[in-house]
């Protein structure tokens, strides 16, 4: 399985020539290059994780491609056929299988509301928390996608939570609230944490790509 990052929090996972497409949001350029795109996870219901101009496109490019996200996207995005999925539940996505974690974002302010939230594990192989510390228990994790930076962030919760996911390899997304110099010190610690089990963390610029 070959997974793509773009800008920010969005992800393409390619497999046996058929795309998943995990948050597409605000600050994500459009993805003009994807292909065979069969389904869209949005985790939650943020902007900077969704948006209608991305999913028309790949609605226009791709019609009748489902779309999963939590009860809090139904709402959100009311204008778009979203099948609800909530933590336990699993779905068979010809090639992908897809099992949902978590439930809740994690808090930002106690003056901001608390919002639906559902990470995402796919093919028991790769694990993307949307903006929650959500552990996927009892699996055995072979390459994250950890968020970096956030409103919500602080980055010894966020190596905390690396550390106990433990992966095999890992890579730093939600990252374009940081600056350069920021990203990389943030990388540093993600790296330190994956190491300490044995992991390895894989720099990934949008663009590029890592096998999972």
Same mark, same amino acid.
């Given at each position: 399985?070959?997974?793509?990052?773009?800008?920010?929090?969005?992800?393409? +996972?390619?497999? !046996?020539?058929?795309?998943?497409?995990?948050?597409?949001?605000?600050? @994500?350029? *459009?993805? =003009?290059?994807?292909?065979?795109?069969?389904?869209?996870?949005?985790?939650?219901?943020? *902007?900077?994780?969704? @948006?209608?101009?991305?999913?028309?496109?790949? +609605? /226009?490019?791709?019609?009748?491609?489902?779309? #999963? %996200?939590? =009860? %809090?996207?139904?709402?959100?995005?009311?204008? #778009?056929?979203?099948?609800?999925?909530?933590?336990?539940?699993?779905?068979?996505?010809?090639?992908?299988?897809?099992?949902?974690? %978590?439930? @809740?974002? !994690?808090?930002?302010?106690?003056?901001?509301?608390?919002?639906?939230?559902?990470?995402?594990?796919?093919?028991?192989?790769? #694990?993307?928390? %949307?903006?929650? #510390?959500?552990? *996927?228990?009892?699996?055995?994790?072979?390459?994250?996608?950890?968020? +970096?930076?956030? *409103?919500?962030?602080?980055?010894?919760? /966020?190596? $905390?939570?690396?550390? /106990?996911?433990?992966?095999?390899?890992?890579?730093?997304?939600?990252?374009?609230?940081?600056?350069?110099?920021?990203?990389?010190?943030?990388?540093?610690?993600?790296?330190?944490?994956?190491?300490?089990?044995?992991?390895?963390?894989?720099? +990934?610029?949008?663009?590029?790509?890592? $096998?999972?």
């Amino acid at each position: 399985m070959r997974v793509t990052k773009f800008e920010h929090a969005a992800l393409s +996972l390619e497999k !046996s020539g058929k795309t998943l497409i995990i948050d597409p949001g605000s600050f @994500t350029l *459009p993805l =003009e290059t994807v292909q065979n795109v069969v389904g869209v996870v949005l985790t939650h219901e943020h *902007p900077d994780h969704w @948006t209608p101009a991305h999913l028309d496109r790949l +609605l /226009a490019s791709f019609p009748g491609i489902p779309i #999963y %996200g939590p =009860e %809090g996207v139904a709402r959100a995005a009311a204008a #778009y056929d979203i099948i609800v999925v909530r933590p336990g539940d699993t779905v068979s996505l010809d090639p992908f299988h897809l099992e949902f974690f %978590g439930g @809740t974002h !994690s808090v930002i302010h106690e003056s901001i509301p608390v919002v639906d939230n559902v990470g995402v594990l796919v093919d028991d192989a790769f #694990y993307y928390p %949307g903006d929650s #510390y959500a552990v *996927p228990k009892g699996a055995k994790v072979q390459l994250l996608a950890a968020p +970096l930076g956030a *409103p919500w962030l602080k980055i010894g919760e /966020a190596m $905390d939570f690396v550390l /106990a996911v433990a992966p095999r390899q890992a890579f730093g997304t939600h990252d374009m609230t940081l600056s350069v110099s920021g990203r990389d010190m943030h990388r540093a610690r993600l790296q330190w944490a994956v190491e300490q089990h044995g992991g390895e963390f894989v720099a +990934l610029d949008a663009g590029e790509s890592i $096998d999972a």
